[in-house]
């Protein structure tokens, strides 16, 4: 596929934002000084036909240097893995920690109602 061809196919649905072929040669000969807005990398992942949750992550390893990866344990329930500190690391267990506690808490209160 050509950056033409791709450009053709690369619009977002939400603001009707069109890549330019000349932006995705940029792109990928890392030449571009910004990092792509929401509207373009939702453009870019309609134009290459993927998730575009999957290119936004993509993107911020780029960009950002910022690795993250989501597992899926079971439906509704999901675990987020980044790069923390151990300070960092600990605030995030509590925290965790803490809303699932009052989300079973929840769960047994409506059971019991």
Known sequence: MSYRQ???????EETGTRLDFRWINAL?????????T???????AKGL???????????????LD???TVDIA?????VLWTQLNEEDLA????????LASRRKLSQNSRENS
């Open 28 to 36: 990928a000969h890392d030449r571009l000084a910004n990092a792509p």
């Open 66 to 68: 910022y690795h993250v």
């Open 74 to 78: 079971e439906a509704g329930e999901w």
């Open 91 to 98: 605030a995030v267990r509590i925290l965790v920690e803490g």
């Open 38 to 44: 929401p509207a373009r990398l939702r453009a870019l």
């Open 6 to 12: 791709l450009a053709e196919s690369s619009v977002d």
């Open 49 to 63: 036909s993927m998730p575009v949750e999957e290119l936004k992550r993509l993107a911020a390893i780029q960009w």
